[in-house]
Every structure is written in C-alpha cells, then in structure tokens.
C-alpha cells in the first residue's frame, strides 16, 4: 500500500456555534500532532475524565507507526490547530464477518477536547471521527480490502465511540 498520509487531503468539519461546514486538512501524523496532544489536550481530557486520557501518542509515533510499515498515523487540523488522531493497521486484521477477508484497522482515534460534547457544548467542531472513519474506509477501498474497517474493543468503551461507531 502506498503511504495514503504523504499527501494532505480535504475533509468536511461542521462548526458547532453556527453548523457552518468548514474544510480542514487530514494528513500524516507528525510530531507537531502529538506534541499539541500533550500539550493543549491532555489537562483537559484528565479534567474531564475522559477515557483516552492517558493514550501515548508519543510513543504510537516514535514506537509504533515509525518501525511499523503496517501502521499508519494521521491527524485533522483546521486552522493550523490539531482537531483529532487516528491511528490505523493495514495488513494484519481480518474480518470477524468475512472469513479470509482483511480490513484497516482502527487501533486508535481521539478528537480535542474542545471538539467533545462532553467537555464543550457547543464542540468547537463536529465530524472528525466520521471524517477519520470515512478516510478509513478509502484506505480499505485502495487496498482492495473492499471498504471493511474494524475498530478495537478498548475503543468502543470510549464515550460516544460506540453510539459513533453504530451510525456507520
């Protein structure tokens, strides 16, 4: 499979105060990504207790996706500010529905604090999970995987993960 985050593409946001779409970038996950992670999303998470508040997006970058030709990161920025992180595997997964039929793999996804309805009524933006799921999904089309995506069970013990994931 050929790097899907060497390029940028363009994905569709909602913001929350007015629900004007705006467009914002997906690309591949880099250290800027993680380091707005620790910086400007971890406090907020440990005060909300949100379930990913201990995730090490640090080490999923420099441990992971850096060492894993199977692994792929990938971020959303919308005005040069991080709105969310995915985390993919593309070759090792096969789906539970289709026996002998491989999937990507969603080991990971998190959006800003800001952008939860748990933290922040009105989010700042809505639609950065669908917009990962939906990118996750061409991932598995290019690959010939025929648009299956899974998504970890620790994942859908995240707040609103599974009521998200159930919509698709």
Not at 19 to 46: F, G, I, P, R, S
Not at 65 to 94: D, K, V
Request: hydrophobic share 40%; aromatic share 10%.
């Amino acid at each position: 499979m050929g790097n899907f985050g060497a390029m940028r593409t363009k994905v569709e946001l909602i913001r929350g105060q007015d629900n004007t779409v705006v467009e914002a970038d997906l690309m591949e996950l880099l250290q800027k990504h993680v380091d707005d992670y620790a910086n400007k999303w971890k406090e907020q998470l440990k005060l909300h207790d949100q379930s990913d508040k201990f995730w090490d997006w640090e080490f999923k970058l420099q441990f992971v996706i850096s060492r894993q030709p199977n692994r792929e990161g990938y971020a959303i920025e919308y005005e040069g500010e991080t709105q969310g992180l995915m985390l993919i595997e593309t070759q090792m997964h096969g789906s539970r529905l289709v026996e002998g039929k491989r999937l990507v793999y969603i080991d990971g996804i998190a959006t800003a604090p800001w952008n939860r309805v748990y933290v922040q009524r009105p989010p700042k933006l809505k639609g950065v999970g669908t917009a990962f799921l939906a990118f996750a999904r061409t991932c598995s089309l290019e690959l010939g995987y025929e648009g299956r995506v899974g998504i970890g069970v620790k994942l859908r013990k995240i707040d609103g993960c599974q009521e998200w994931a159930n919509q698709w």
